[in-house]
């Protein structure tokens, strides 16, 4: 099975935390929160969406930043991911 978002959707899949600080602090459970960096993994048509033309800008393969409470979770075969609208990355990561 494979996720195919529609419009301006956006497949992401949430890149691992660190689990230690670059100082070397190791941070307990509760203290950690899901990071807000993802790797684009399906990006959707684009098009006329609500009487605009949205062109999309993000492709597959993209590490991107997204917005905080953004999106629908979803696990397909043990897998999780998030769906998010285009408007709702904030940064492309660039090497």
Do not use: F, H, N
Not at 49 to 67: N, P
Request: hydrophobic share 40%.
């Amino acid at each position: 099975m494979k996720l195919v978002p529609l419009g301006d959707r956006v497949v992401l899949k949430q890149l691992v935390a660190e689990e230690t600080t670059k100082s070397g602090i190791v941070l307990p459970g509760q203290s950690k929160e899901k990071p807000q960096q993802a790797e684009v993994i399906a990006v959707g048509p684009g098009g006329v969406i609500d009487g605009k033309e949205v062109k999309m800008e993000v492709k597959a393969g993209d590490q991107v930043i997204y917005s905080k409470y953004a999106g629908t979770e979803v696990k397909l075969e043990d897998e999780e991911y998030i769906v998010v609208k285009q408007s709702d990355i904030v940064a492309i990561i660039e090497a």
